[in-house]
Each structure stands twice: as C-alpha cells, then as structure tokens.
C-alpha cells in the first residue's frame, strides 16, 4: 500500500458547494465568507470571527491590531512551525522563545513565567496534535506579572496585561475544561490549510472572547481594515447600487478569506461532527495497538481535553535521533508517509542566525529526537490503518 500523511477529505459535498460558489458570480470575499465566520462563532462561542486566507495571517494581523512592534517582546514556543514565530519577527518585535514543560509538547508555564519582562507585550502558546494548552495559566502569569506591563495603545490598555494569543493552528473543533478552542484565549488564531482535520485549501481565522472593554464590531472593523489594504468598504459592500466610493484609512494588507475557500469550509463544517468521530476512532484503535509497545502515546481525550484528533504523534522510548530517522525511513519504504513535529526553531538556520540555540531547549530537543507523527486522516480506512499498525511495529523491531 500507498499511505499518505494527511490528504484532504473531500466528498461530493465539498464539490457541489464549490460549483455553486462558482456559478453564482460572487468568488472572493462575499456571502459564503460572512456566513462562514458566523458559523466559526457560534462554534466557538465568540462574538466575532474573521476569516482570513491563513493562520499566519491570522497571527500576524492580532499582533498588529494590539500595536506591537519595535522593542516589543512577545513570548512563544521553541517547540513549534516557523509560523508562530515568524510573524512575532514581521511586527519588528522580539521573539522570545521559551522552552516546553518536561515531556510536554506545550509551553512550561514556569519558563513563561520567568521569561517576562517590561518589554513583554504578549504570551504566543502552541497547541500541538488538536490538544489545547492550559490557557487559563498563561492568563494567570500575565495578570500576575501586570505590574511589568507598560500598555503602549487603546487595546493593550484596555487589556492591561500582557495578551494570550492562541497559536490554535492545530486546535479547531477541540475542548478544554468544555470549553471549545476559540474562546480559551484573548485571541485565538486557525488554521484551515489543506492539512488539517476541517480545510478551506488555504485559509485561516481569528476569534476573541467578549470583554466588556473591548467594542467586538470595532475589532471586527480593524481586522477588516487590516486585511483589506485599509479600505473602508469591502468588495461586497462597494457591489450595492451606486456604493462605488471607498476611502484607504490605512496602509493595510491583502489577506482576506474567498467564498470559494468558505464555501470548502462550509460543507466541511456540515460533515465536520462524523469526521471528528472518525478521527477518534481512529486514535483510539492505534491506542490500543501500541499499548504493549516500548512507546510514549499522547492522550488526546482526558477529563481535562477533548482532543479534535489532528496528528498523532509517538515517542519512541530510548531512542535517539538518527534511530528515529530509520524508522520514518523503514516506513518510507514500506510507503507509509510519517513525519516530524516539531524541528524546534532553534535549530533552523532563520533563527540560529538570530542567536538561538538549542542547548538552551533540553526539552523541546528531547521532545524532537525521538518523535514521529504517523498518518492521520478522517478518510483513512480500517485496512490502511491496520498497514500503517504492521509496517510500524516492524520498523521498531528494526
């Protein structure tokens, strides 16, 4: 057999959705795109969403609505995509990168904690695998640590402490303490790549919780503004009769959200409950596979979290680098495609260059040596799970 990573799942629903989009005249930002971020809200239980055309994008503009920038810092993962700290660079603020909790895959709140300073505008936690971090920690750091904080716009002073910006890339359709992912954080920022367990092909979005210091539709508006070059009325608002007229208020950016990519999403959201059981099923029959095995197995759904089931990650216990590596080799032959989460950042070129290094990540390098991530998707069938299952437990008897 041929196993794929993560292809997307896509039925007749998601091509029946697209053709309409199509023959309706409207492809980019328009109907399918608003309905789409209404959907995203009342799933998440937030005021608003914003959709966008990534979850870099996503990241990059909350930062840019909070106003930091130069001299800034903004605490994140070492244990992560470039993504959550490439965006934190493109602000012109510092990345400051924290190490994971020992044999966590997320940040150590006590490294967070200690890693604070004056200069601290936000906190950039990773969920990882469809699990999300422990958010109300993080807000506790920073409402501990407040008297650091120097607000230096509108939304920071009305915040009054560092933000917790949720790179929930990983997390869409997950659960903490009942709570859904979107409304763990201050900001939390998607991602609906072709990758991940609910897809538009590219594309992303932004959700915040309701603070009553905070106006949600001017929010909304600045995200508008922000993706849309600055413009004061978008594409589908200039379509009504006469409403050509239009005002740039700011030199804004160009990454909003088609209805082409939210008509995918919205089919996907109308499958997505089966999909979620699918990729539980799935978790759960590789669980009970590997129990015996000489491995380390993430929980992704525990009286704390329910996970979404995006990737599935194993430790293979006392192993090293280069034994990890013949393992995804012996399953390459076999053609069952793994891969790795995550090379931490500092040992990237982009950010060894920046001063990084990664002895100063024990963990995050601990985690790294010995992890492979298996293939994981909602259309997987029991025979190719089962192929993927033989091939692996003959790859670990070397």
Same mark, same amino acid.
């Given at each position: 057999?041929?196993?794929?990573? $993560?292809?997307?799942?896509?039925?007749?629903?998601? /091509?029946?959705?697209? $053709?309409?989009?199509?023959?309706?005249?409207?492809?980019?930002?328009?109907?399918?795109?608003?309905?789409?971020?209404?959907?995203? $809200?009342?799933?998440?239980?937030?005021?608003?969403?914003?959709?966008?055309?990534?979850?870099?994008?996503?990241?990059?503009?909350?930062?840019?609505?909070?106003?930091?920038?130069?001299?800034?810092?903004?605490?994140?993962?070492?244990?992560?995509?470039?993504?959550?700290?490439?965006?934190?660079?493109?602000?012109? @603020? *510092?990345?400051?990168?924290?190490?994971?909790?020992?044999?966590?895959?997320?940040?150590?709140?006590?490294?967070?904690? %200690?890693?604070?300073?004056? *200069?601290?505008?936000?906190?950039?936690?990773?969920?990882?695998?469809? /699990?999300?971090?422990?958010?109300?920690?993080?807000?506790?750091?920073?409402?501990?640590?407040?008297?650091?904080?120097?607000?230096? $716009?509108?939304?920071?002073?009305?915040?009054?402490?560092?933000?917790?910006?949720?790179?929930?890339?990983?997390?869409?359709?997950?659960?903490?303490?009942?709570?859904?992912?979107?409304?763990?954080?201050?900001?939390?920022?998607?991602?609906?790549?072709?990758?991940?367990?609910?897809?538009?092909?590219?594309?992303?979005?932004?959700?915040?919780?309701?603070?009553?210091?905070?106006?949600?539709?001017? #929010?909304?508006?600045?995200?508008?503004?922000?993706?849309?070059?600055?413009?004061?009325?978008?594409?589908?608002?200039?379509?009504?009769?006469? @409403?050509?007229?239009?005002?740039? #208020?700011?030199?804004?950016?160009?990454?909003?959200?088609?209805? !082409?990519?939210?008509? /995918?999403?919205? &089919?996907?959201?109308? *499958?997505?409950?089966?999909? #979620?059981?699918?990729?539980?099923?799935?978790?759960? %029959?590789?669980?009970?596979?590997?129990?015996?095995?000489? !491995?380390?197995?993430?929980?992704?759904?525990?009286? &704390?979290?329910?996970?979404?089931?995006?990737?599935?990650?194993?430790?293979?216990?006392?192993?090293?680098?280069? @034994?990890?590596?013949? !393992? /995804?080799?012996?399953?390459? *032959?076999?053609?069952?495609? @793994?891969?790795?989460?995550?090379?931490?950042?500092?040992?990237?070129?982009?950010?060894?260059?920046?001063?990084?290094?990664?002895?100063?990540?024990?963990?995050?390098?601990?985690?790294?040596?010995?992890?492979?991530?298996?293939?994981?998707?909602?259309?997987?069938?029991?025979?190719?799970?089962?192929?993927?299952?033989?091939?692996?437990?003959?790859?670990?008897?070397?």
């Amino acid at each position: 057999m041929n196993i794929p990573f $993560s292809p997307p799942d896509i039925t007749q629903l998601e /091509i029946d959705a697209v $053709s309409d989009t199509l023959r309706s005249g409207w492809i980019t930002t328009g109907p399918k795109t608003k309905r789409f971020e209404q959907e995203i $809200s009342a799933r998440c239980g937030t005021p608003r969403s914003v959709c966008l055309s990534s979850a870099t994008a996503a990241m990059e503009l909350t930062l840019r609505l909070l106003e930091i920038g130069p001299g800034d810092e903004v605490i994140t993962s070492a244990y992560t995509y470039t993504a959550s700290a490439s965006v934190i660079c493109h602000v012109g @603020a *510092r990345p400051v990168l924290v190490d994971t909790a020992p044999g966590s895959y997320h940040l150590d709140p006590d490294a967070v904690s %200690r890693a604070v300073t004056s *200069r601290t505008k936000a906190i950039l936690p990773v969920d990882i695998a469809g /699990i999300p971090c422990d958010y109300e920690q993080f807000i506790g750091i920073a409402q501990r640590r407040k008297g650091l904080f120097k607000a230096a $716009s509108p939304q920071q002073k009305a915040l009054g402490r560092a933000a917790v910006i949720a790179d929930a890339a990983h997390s869409f359709g997950s659960l903490r303490g009942g709570v859904p992912s979107g409304a763990l954080a201050d900001f939390s920022c998607f991602s609906f790549h072709a990758v991940k367990n609910l897809t538009t092909g590219e594309g992303g979005a932004v959700t915040w919780r309701a603070r009553e210091e905070w106006d949600d539709a001017e #929010l909304y508006r600045q995200f508008q503004l922000l993706s849309l070059h600055g413009q004061s009325r978008d594409a589908l608002a200039k379509n009504a009769p006469g @409403a050509w007229e239009y005002d740039i #208020l700011l030199p804004g950016y160009k990454c909003n959200m088609t209805d !082409v990519a939210a008509s /995918i999403g919205l &089919a996907q959201l109308e *499958r997505y409950p089966s999909i #979620l059981a699918r990729r539980r099923q799935l978790i759960e %029959r590789y669980d009970r596979a590997f129990a015996n095995l000489d !491995v380390e197995l993430l929980p992704h759904f525990t009286d &704390a979290y329910t996970s979404n089931g995006h990737l599935y990650p194993v430790r293979l216990t006392g192993r090293d680098e280069a @034994a990890r590596n013949r !393992v /995804i080799e012996s399953l390459a *032959r076999d053609g069952v495609a @793994a891969n790795v989460h995550y090379k931490p950042l500092p040992l990237l070129t982009a950010y060894r260059k920046l001063g990084y290094d990664a002895a100063s990540f024990p963990n995050a390098l601990a985690l790294y040596k010995n992890e492979v991530t298996l293939p994981l998707f909602s259309a997987m069938t029991d025979d190719q799970q089962d192929y993927v299952i033989d091939r692996f437990c003959i790859a670990l008897r070397g």
